[in-house]
């Protein structure tokens, strides 16, 4: 990685590819992009915020697979959905929500005003 996207905690387009063949398994490919930042950390270019964006919508907004594909876009628990900047991203190129998958995170950081989210948390399947 610093090779490709140098030491200072910078990004890279070019792509980290690791491959892994089995006869046992379907065929899987993972695409893990930054996190969405507003603050340059250490020595961050000052416009990290716009190359990250930039580099999520290029892969978000046309998908060029030969195969399904699904993004996950990930928010914290403990912030007020409505303001996640990864969803509001995933809905301005997937309106109806068929090529994504919202995932919360850090439940364990939820106060007790979250309970409409920790009641199907705390739903157990049978056995």
């Known amino acids: 990685m610093v090779r ?15 491959r892994i063949y089995s006869p046992n398994v ?37 998908p060029n ?8 876009s990930f928010a914290a628990s403990s912030v007020d959905i409505a303001n996640s900047e990864s969803l509001k991203l995933a809905r301005s190129v997937d309106p109806q929500g068929r090529q994504m998958i919202g995932v919360l995170t850090k439940p364990d950081l939820m106060d007790a005003g979250d309970k409409h989210v920790r009641q199907p948390l705390r739903t157990r399947l049978p056995s």
């Open 26 to 62: 379907r065929d899987l490919t993972l695409f893990d992009l930054p996190g969405l930042t507003k603050i340059p950390v250490g020595d961050q270019p000052s416009d990290i915020e716009r190359q990250i964006r930039n580099l999520v919508i290029d892969y978000i907004s046309k």
């Open 65 to 72: 697979f030969s195969f399904p594909t699904f993004f996950l």
């Open 4 to 18: 490709v996207s140098g030491q200072n905690k910078g990004i890279s387009k070019l792509p980290l590819s690791l």
